[in-house]
């Protein structure tokens, strides 16, 4: 697949190289020399066929012809654009990396990019969200001609093409193997091509100054969202927050794809004028309509509009988080969303969710105690101070795919169990206790129904903690850490933590110290186990009041030297406001020391010959003795 790529690539430029070269071959006063060069009118720059990329390393400015104002703006994006693409592009590493050798700033590029991101994700075992990113690439593709026929009627809009063609492929390239930032890029570049779909018709009928003017307005609002796209996942890479499952791409830039579509609905209302009154009165319209703060600015003024913009998005995310956990903390309706979820895969006994379930309303209360000596924090900061937990835990064991999970190979009894957990505020703490069995994640009806449970509480809109517990063979066992039961303690805590602080709000107030000093104490061993358990305490006191905890594999880091660790961190769950929902398959001496009978829910596998994991109809559900 790839070699008939790397073929029809070669094969391209070759052409162009060829048809560029032509017409100095042909006689001087010939008719073909004229049609020549009518039809090279727009060819490429003979530079750009040896090196493709060269606009990107190159500085360019636009020919004085057609300068206006408006064309003035989309260079300055396109300029801050191209800045910005070159440290993206070396930041990137391994697979996140766009091999400039293989690809080109065009939207066929673009096109062979997603097929070959495409073809190769094939081989591995696909999730649900990435199977909908891809489906939503191909989307954009099937739409991405209608942004180069827009480009072009613009002065020097064969170079604007090679700058959002060659952005795009660096960005979706970095996107693709982070699953939550490609579902959410790929819907927003769908909604944004899907704008330019309903105006390009207009374009054919209406080639005025005035339409030209604001197709470039319109492009410099989307040339200004790819590169804060680019600044945002390069903020993500610094905090080491890319395989986050709570960024929500989309929601972040919202504002910015709506305020493109009201771009384009511009450009429709002025071809829908059939008299100079009436394009008066569209003109005076587009005058009052807010433009982004940063548009056209440079030097100076550009940095003051940026931290206008900065500050106007802090406080807007500010307020968005407030109201949600304003939201969510009403009557436990997100964990009443969540059982009936539950009761429906009982009902259906088939993984057939239909249309769109995601919740109405959202998030949570900021609750804190009112010490007089609060520090202003920035939940940015507090992801730089904490970045090296990553090295601590995988981010792969955070969720898991859960497409796997089928819900015959769980008893009704069970679903039943746990949707009545889910629904009584009274219960912090639930243990499923599954049978002990050899199986791969995948094929472990256990573990899958604790990613089902993840998935189905963040469809809900409940905020999740989660980890899948495993002890990991070769791995090196850090200073401190005798035993790899001991590691995977650690690992658990520091994931835990991790996701707390990605929860925070954007800014806020606490007497709790979140510096960098006591974030580097913490350094992956055993040893500083106390210092994690207070640190989870504080954390916890400036989490929503609704919060769901899901750990998978809790028996695997048992042993005599761990129990004494594990009592003290189910001890601090319960003493917090955290649900806590474990599974295991195999008994837990911790949690069978610490959690009373009704938290105890024990299934017992009559016969397991059929499969290793098999859980056949005999199956019983019972609460302990």
């Given at each position: 697949m790839a070699d008939a790529i790397d073929d029809v690539?070669?094969?391209?430029?070759?052409?162009?190289?060829?048809?560029?070269d032509i017409e100095g071959r042909l006689p001087h006063d010939s008719n073909s020399q004229v049609l020549s060069q009518v039809l090279g009118h727009n060819r490429t720059d003979p530079r750009d066929l040896a090196n493709p990329w060269r606009i990107f390393f190159e500085s360019w400015e636009p020919s004085e012809n057609e300068k206006n104002p408006i064309t003035d703006v989309i260079t300055v994006e396109s300029n801050k654009l191209r800045e910005k693409w070159a440290p993206f592009l070396r930041a990137g590493s391994g697979d996140d990396r766009l091999d400039l050798g293989r690809s080109e700033p065009t939207i066929e590029g673009v096109v062979e990019l997603v097929k070959e991101v495409a073809a190769s994700s094939k081989s591995k075992r696909e999730n649900s969200r990435r199977g909908k990113a891809m489906k939503m690439f191909h989307k954009f593709c099937g739409t991405i001609d209608s942004h180069k026929s827009m480009l072009e009627i613009i002065p020097e809009g064969s170079e604007y093409v090679s700058i959002f063609a060659g952005t795009l492929n660096v960005i979706i390239q970095a996107s693709v193997n982070h699953e939550r930032i490609a579902e959410g890029l790929s819907e927003a570049l769908c909604r944004i091509s899907e704008h330019a779909i309903e105006c390009r018709s207009e374009l054919q009928l209406f080639r005025t100054r005035a339409m030209m003017e604001l197709v470039a307005d319109f492009y410099a609002h989307i040339f200004v969202?790819?590169?804060?796209?680019?600044?945002?996942?390069?903020?993500?890479?610094?905090?080491?927050?890319?395989?986050?499952?709570?960024?929500?791409?989309?929601?972040?830039?919202?504002?910015?794809?709506?305020?493109?579509r009201r771009k384009s609905d511009m450009i429709r209302n002025l071809a829908a004028q059939s008299s100079r009154a009436e394009q008066r009165v569209t003109r005076q319209t587009v005058e009052e309509i807010a433009q982004d703060v940063?548009?056209?600015?440079?030097?100076?003024?550009?940095?003051?509009?940026e931290m206008v913009y900065i500050a106007e998005k802090i406080e807007r995310e500010l307020s968005e988080g407030k109201r949600e956990r304003e939201l969510l903390r009403e009557d436990g309706e997100h964990f009443k969303q969540l059982a009936d979820r539950l009761i429906?895969?009982?009902?259906?006994?088939?993984?057939?969710?239909?249309?769109?379930m995601r919740a109405t309303n959202g998030a949570l209360p900021f609750s804190r105690t009112g010490t007089p000596d609060l520090v202003e924090w920035m939940s940015e900061e507090v992801a730089l101070n904490s970045k090296h937990f990553e090295d601590y835990f995988y981010r792969d064991r955070v969720r898991l795919p859960s497409d796997s999970f089928n819900p015959a190979k769980i008893s009704?009894?069970?679903?039943?169990?746990?949707?009545?957990w889910l629904q009584?505020?009274?219960?912090?703490?639930?243990?499923?206790?599954?049978?002990?069995?050899?199986?791969?994640?995948?094929?472990?009806?256990?573990?899958?129904?604790?990613?089902?449970?993840?998935?189905?509480?963040?469809i809900s809109r409940i905020p999740v903690l989660s980890y899948c517990c495993e002890l990991r063979r070769r791995e090196r066992l850090r200073p401190g850490n005798d035993t790899r039961e001991a590691q995977s303690c650690v690992t658990l805590v520091c994931a835990l933590?991790?996701?707390?602080?990605?929860?925070?709000?954007?800014?806020?107030?606490?007497?709790?110290?979140?510096?960098a000093?006591?974030?580097?104490?913490?350094?992956?061993?055993?040893?500083?186990w106390s210092q994690m358990l207070n640190l989870f305490r504080d954390l916890v006191s400036l989490m929503p009041d609704t919060i769901l905890c899901v750990i998978d594999g809790f028996q695997w880091l048992d042993d005599g030297s761990t129990v004494p660790y594990l009592e003290e961190l189910i001890q601090t769950i319960r003493g917090s406001r955290i649900r806590c929902l474990f599974t295991t398959t195999g008994r837990s001496a911790s949690l069978r020391k610490q959690l009373q009978s009704p938290e105890i829910i024990a299934i017992e596998a009559v016969d397991t010959k059929g499969a290793l994991w098999g859980l056949d109809r005999n199956n019983s559900w019972a609460m302990p003795g």
């Amino acid at each position: 697949m790839a070699d008939a790529i790397d073929d029809v690539r070669e094969s391209r430029r070759l052409v162009r190289m060829y048809s560029n070269d032509i017409e100095g071959r042909l006689p001087h006063d010939s008719n073909s020399q004229v049609l020549s060069q009518v039809l090279g009118h727009n060819r490429t720059d003979p530079r750009d066929l040896a090196n493709p990329w060269r606009i990107f390393f190159e500085s360019w400015e636009p020919s004085e012809n057609e300068k206006n104002p408006i064309t003035d703006v989309i260079t300055v994006e396109s300029n801050k654009l191209r800045e910005k693409w070159a440290p993206f592009l070396r930041a990137g590493s391994g697979d996140d990396r766009l091999d400039l050798g293989r690809s080109e700033p065009t939207i066929e590029g673009v096109v062979e990019l997603v097929k070959e991101v495409a073809a190769s994700s094939k081989s591995k075992r696909e999730n649900s969200r990435r199977g909908k990113a891809m489906k939503m690439f191909h989307k954009f593709c099937g739409t991405i001609d209608s942004h180069k026929s827009m480009l072009e009627i613009i002065p020097e809009g064969s170079e604007y093409v090679s700058i959002f063609a060659g952005t795009l492929n660096v960005i979706i390239q970095a996107s693709v193997n982070h699953e939550r930032i490609a579902e959410g890029l790929s819907e927003a570049l769908c909604r944004i091509s899907e704008h330019a779909i309903e105006c390009r018709s207009e374009l054919q009928l209406f080639r005025t100054r005035a339409m030209m003017e604001l197709v470039a307005d319109f492009y410099a609002h989307i040339f200004v969202f790819l590169s804060d796209t680019m600044d945002w996942i390069t903020e993500k890479r610094r905090r080491r927050l890319l395989d986050s499952f709570n960024e929500n791409f989309y929601q972040k830039f919202e504002n910015q794809v709506e305020m493109i579509r009201r771009k384009s609905d511009m450009i429709r209302n002025l071809a829908a004028q059939s008299s100079r009154a009436e394009q008066r009165v569209t003109r005076q319209t587009v005058e009052e309509i807010a433009q982004d703060v940063r548009l056209g600015l440079t030097g100076q003024e550009r940095r003051h509009a940026e931290m206008v913009y900065i500050a106007e998005k802090i406080e807007r995310e500010l307020s968005e988080g407030k109201r949600e956990r304003e939201l969510l903390r009403e009557d436990g309706e997100h964990f009443k969303q969540l059982a009936d979820r539950l009761i429906t895969m009982l009902q259906d006994k088939a993984m057939v969710w239909i249309g769109d379930m995601r919740a109405t309303n959202g998030a949570l209360p900021f609750s804190r105690t009112g010490t007089p000596d609060l520090v202003e924090w920035m939940s940015e900061e507090v992801a730089l101070n904490s970045k090296h937990f990553e090295d601590y835990f995988y981010r792969d064991r955070v969720r898991l795919p859960s497409d796997s999970f089928n819900p015959a190979k769980i008893s009704p009894e069970a679903l039943r169990h746990l949707g009545e957990w889910l629904q009584d505020k009274s219960s912090r703490i639930l243990w499923l206790e599954g049978p002990p069995i050899e199986a791969d994640d995948f094929e472990n009806p256990i573990t899958m129904l604790a990613n089902k449970v993840i998935e189905l509480a963040d469809i809900s809109r409940i905020p999740v903690l989660s980890y899948c517990c495993e002890l990991r063979r070769r791995e090196r066992l850090r200073p401190g850490n005798d035993t790899r039961e001991a590691q995977s303690c650690v690992t658990l805590v520091c994931a835990l933590l991790r996701q707390m602080i990605e929860l925070l709000l954007p800014q806020f107030d606490t007497s709790v110290d979140l510096s960098a000093n006591r974030f580097r104490q913490i350094d992956g061993s055993i040893m500083c186990w106390s210092q994690m358990l207070n640190l989870f305490r504080d954390l916890v006191s400036l989490m929503p009041d609704t919060i769901l905890c899901v750990i998978d594999g809790f028996q695997w880091l048992d042993d005599g030297s761990t129990v004494p660790y594990l009592e003290e961190l189910i001890q601090t769950i319960r003493g917090s406001r955290i649900r806590c929902l474990f599974t295991t398959t195999g008994r837990s001496a911790s949690l069978r020391k610490q959690l009373q009978s009704p938290e105890i829910i024990a299934i017992e596998a009559v016969d397991t010959k059929g499969a290793l994991w098999g859980l056949d109809r005999n199956n019983s559900w019972a609460m302990p003795g």
